[in-house]
């Protein structure tokens, strides 16, 4: 089975702290993902990266950073945290190629105060 | 980019009855149409997709069509079951380098006794 661990299920973070959301593959999958999850918006592209040190903006980049310095590690930090990034984030890694079933991970559910 | 959307955003449906789901996509070049279905608290999984080269798949109780002219798609699920109740997201991606996928804002479905 392929598992995709998150570092933290729960975390409260302060307004203006820097924050590092930690994912974990062993199945040695080129492409990993961060997406946030909120009600009624379903789940939003952060940022992705299909190889090692490579990275792309997804569709709501602004506030995040990431770091992928290996294959299985995939971190997305937020520099300065703010409360409209209070979410659930979800971290998912796909095989690549013609096979792009995604595994996700168990989530990480952020409260920012 | 891709843009997926979904409808409804809620279904409530007697058990025994069918549900479907719709999703409409904008880039052409999209091939892979992928359904996940989240239960509560629980991280999203993939139940079936379907490739533009198809136009409708099957899997016991549940299929997917595809409209690749219309760009859309959809999700049915016949006798549905009280453990059919979950968030059901659909998503879109071209299968290239990144297998980038774009999700839809989710229908949450409850199937009532």
């Known amino acids: 089975d392929v598992k995709v661990t998150q570092s933290s299920r729960y975390l409260v973070k302060r307004t203006g702290e820097k924050v590092f959301l930690e994912c974990v593959q062993d199945m040695d999958h080129e492409n990993m993902f961060w997406y946030r999850q909120d009600p009624g918006l379903g789940l939003r592209l952060i940022y992705f990266s299909y190889d090692v040190k490579m990275k792309e903006k997804g569709d709501i980049p602004e506030g995040y950073s990431v770091s992928r310095e290996k294959k299985e590690r995939f971190s997305l930090i937020l520099e300065s945290a703010s409360t409209n990034q209070t979410s659930m984030y979800l971290c998912?890694?796909?095989?690549?190629?013609?096979?792009?079933?995604?595994?996700f991970g168990q989530g990480t559910r952020l409260t920012v105060v | 980019g891709e843009n997926v959307e979904q409808h409804p955003s809620t279904l409530s449906v007697q058990e025994g009855d069918s549900a479907v789901i719709k999703c409409t996509y904008s880039?052409?070049?999209?091939?892979?149409f992928p359904w996940y279905k989240q239960e509560l608290g629980k991280r999203p999984q993939l139940i079936i997709d379907i490739r533009s080269n198809v136009g409708e798949k099957k899997d016991q109780r549940i299929a997917v069509t595809l409209n690749k002219t219309a760009k859309h798609f959809s999700l049915h699920i016949t006798e549905t079951q009280p453990e059919d109740s979950a968030v059901y997201f659909c998503a879109a991606s071209y299968t290239g380098t990144a297998s980038k996928l774009t999700f839809g804002t989710g229908t949450r479905l409850q199937v009532t006794l």
């Open positions: 880039d052409s070049a999209s091939n892979y």
């Open positions: 998912a890694s796909v095989t690549g190629g013609a096979d792009t079933e995604a595994f």
